[in-house]
């Protein structure tokens, strides 16, 4: 359940994908928690897949050789697949048990020690950012490379409608101001 501020949800906001992966860069991928970020980091901004799934990503979800992960969706239970880059499959060790791995506890990471890791990278931005930014962040830019198609964000999400995918992305204010700039 979503923390509750004023009996509003607390939802995470959206952010510049880029200053993550000037920090993805940096990352030295030797160290085991260097290495979970970016595999996290990396996974979510290519397939906008939700956290628990990424962080239950098991090893054997993974075809190697189709270059995909293939998984039931933790919220839904939606089958989906989703194409994985070389550069990706080349950091998984094929040997654990869950893709993003921990060393220390011998399990998979925790999504507290993600959005820890996140909201150190934007601190002082003033955005509430969480893991959920990142998928939230790319489906928007899904939305807006695409010419503003709801339908392709609709299916890039695995939303079930696109009145689910106009009010998650919250586009409805800005494509009104968008028609109010045509009359002027």
């Not at 509003?8 to 880029?18: E, F, L, M, V």
């Not at 956290?51 to 979800?61: F, G, Y």
């Not at 989906?80 to 990706?88: F, W």
């Not at 409608?161 to 700039?181: C, D």
Request: charged share 25%; glycine share 4%; with cysteine.
């Amino acid at each position: 359940m979503r923390e509750k501020r004023n009996n509003i949800p607390k939802t995470s906001d959206k952010i510049d994908i880029q200053v993550l992966k000037d920090h993805c860069q940096q990352l030295d991928l030797n160290k085991n928690n260097d290495l979970n970020f970016w595999l996290y980091c990396n996974i979510a901004m290519t397939t906008g897949l939700r956290s628990i799934d990424i962080l239950e990503m098991k090893v054997a979800d993974i075809n190697f050789i189709k270059k995909e992960v293939s998984l039931n969706e933790k919220k839904t239970g939606k089958r989906v697949k989703a194409p994985l880059s070389p550069n990706i499959l080349s950091h998984i060790n094929k040997d654990n048990e869950y893709v993003i791995w921990s060393e220390k506890y011998k399990g998979n990471v925790s999504l507290m020690t993600i959005n820890r890791r996140l909201k150190a990278i934007y601190k002082g931005s003033g955005s509430n950012v969480s893991s959920h930014s990142i998928r939230k962040s790319v489906a928007t830019i899904v939305y807006n490379k695409s010419g503003n198609d709801i339908i392709k964000a609709m299916i890039f999400l695995n939303h079930s409608s696109p009145i689910v995918t106009k009010n998650y992305l919250n586009i409805t204010q800005e494509e009104k101001l968008e028609l109010y700039s045509l009359l002027l």
